[in-house]
């Protein structure tokens, strides 16, 4: 059992950054591939970007891409995603969630077996 917390949610204007952190409570990300997803209101849970267990390849979703970038801190234990040019799209409640997978792309949700309970992202001016 994986006990997964995000944190960095919160109101940004457009054109905006914000850093999300996910940690590993009482354990450790390291191991696991990470994702992180979205789900805005009325919309399906939209896969973000992942960095794999192998080697930390990253991917990203195509509407992030050039935008965000997901990457580990060795040094707190825990997997960030920072988000740069926020659009108003880019409101949703963010969550990161782990997998034993290896990744050659963007994996869907259904790889993945633990999940946090996310972090609200509103970009609005």
């Known amino acids: 059992q994986v006990h997964l917390v995000e944190s960095g949610g919160g109101l940004v204007q457009p054109g905006g950054s914000l850093r999300l952190s996910c940690e590993a409570s009482g354990g450790t990300l390291e191991g696991y591939t990470v994702g992180w997803f979205r789900q805005a209101p009325g919309k399906e849970r939209e896969a973000v970007a992942c960095?794999?267990?192998?080697?930390?390849?990253?991917y990203y979703g195509k509407s992030v891409k050039d935008r965000f970038t997901v990457g580990r801190d060795h040094v707190t234990n825990t997997v960030y995603l920072q988000m740069n040019s926020l659009k108003p799209e880019d409101t949703a409640v963010y969550h990161c969630?782990?997998?034993?997978?290896?990744?050659?792309?963007?994996?869907?949700?259904?790889?993945?077996?633990?999940w946090g309970q996310g972090t609200q992202v509103t970009v609005s001016s």
């Open positions: 960095i794999g267990l192998n080697n930390g390849i990253t």
């Open positions: 969630a782990t997998s034993r997978s290896i990744v050659d792309s963007l994996l869907s949700e259904r790889w993945y077996d633990f």
